[in-house]
C-alpha cells in the first residue's frame, strides 16, 4: 500500500525564519504536488514537479523533488504571517496525499 | 471558467438516511476524484473516476458507499443509511488527465445527527 508521509505534522515558527517541510513517500512515481489549504477553506496547488530533480519557487516557498531518494521537501525562507495554513504534498500513484502540515507562522 | 462546483455545500442527515453529494468538474475535464476530511486530519482519497468509469475505488467502504460520473451531469458520492461516523467535510477534484494536477471544490460538509 502507497505511503505518503509528511513531517513534521505541526510546525510553528517565528516569523523571519527558515525551515523546511518533508514529504516521503513509498512507491516508484515521477510527480509530486503540494497544495495548501487555510482552515475551513479547499486546496489550492502550490507546485507540480515533474521530474527528477526539478525544483520550483514561488515568493517565499521553494519546492523540491527527489525520485530515487522518494522525497520532496518544501522550504520556507523568511516566514511571514500570511503562510499559516495547512501544506499537503500527493504523489501521482492515485493522487495519494499525506496527513499535512499544519504551519503557525508567530510575529 | 468555472471552478470545480460542489453541492450542497451544507448537508444534514438523520442517522439511516441517505446522502448525495453531487460535483461538476472544471470545464474539460473527465477525471474526478474524491476524498474525504476529518477535522485536524489529511485527505482521504475514497474513489478515482473518469466518465461512466471507476478507475479506483480502493478507499471506499465495501458497504453504503458509491459513486459513479455519468456521461452527461456531474458526478454523485451517495451514501446509505448515513451513521454518525460518516459525519466529515466531503472533497471532490478534477483533472485533464492522469497524474494531472487537481482542482478542487469548496467541499461538502455533511453532518449526520
Known amino acids: 500500500e502507497l505511503k505518503v508521509e509528511q513531517n513534521p505534522l505541526f510546525l510553528s515558527m517565528q516569523e523571519g525564519k527558515n525551515y523546511t517541510i518533508y514529504c516521503n513517500y513509498s512507491t516508484t512515481s515521477d510527480r509530486l504536488y503540494w497544495y495548501r489549504q487555510d482552515p475551513g477553506k479547499s486546496l489550492e496547488s502550490l507546485f507540480v514537479?515533474?521530474?527528477?530533480?526539478a525544483v520550483k519557487q514561488e515568493g517565499r516557498l521553494m519546492a523540491s523533488l527527489d525520485t530515487k531518494a522518494r522525497l520532496s521537501t518544501l522550504h520556507i525562507t523568511a516566514a511571514v504571517h500570511d503562510l499559516s495554513a495547512t501544506y499537503f504534498c500527493a504523489v501521482d500513484a492515485g493522487m495519494r496525499f499525506g496527513a499535512g502540515t499544519r504551519l503557525t507562522v508567530k510575529p | 471558467n468555472a471552478g470545480v462546483m460542489q453541492n450542497p455545500r451544507h448537508l444534514v442527515r438523520r442517522r439511516g438516511q441517505e446522502a448525495r453529494l453531487r460535483c461538476s468538474p472544471m470545464k474539460g475535464h473527465s477525471h474526478v476524484y474524491w476524498y474525504r476530511q476529518l477535522p485536524e486530519e489529511g485527505l482521504k482519497f475514497m474513489v478515482y473516476l473518469q466518465k461512466e468509469n471507476i478507475i479506483d475505488e480502493s478507499g471506499m467502504p465495501k458497504e453504503r458507499f458509491s459513486a459513479e460520473f455519468p456521461k452527461e451531469g456531474p458526478s454523485i458520492l451517495r451514501i446509505q443509511q448515513v451513521v454518525r461516523g460518516d459525519s466529515a467535510a466531503y472533497f471532490c477534484?478534477?483533472?485533464?488527465?492522469?497524474?494531472?494536477?487537481?482542482?478542487f471544490g469548496s467541499g461538502t460538509q455533511l453532518s449526520v445527527l
Open positions: 477534484a478534477s483533472s485533464r488527465g492522469d497524474a494531472e494536477k487537481l482542482f
Open positions: 514537479l515533474l521530474s527528477n530533480g
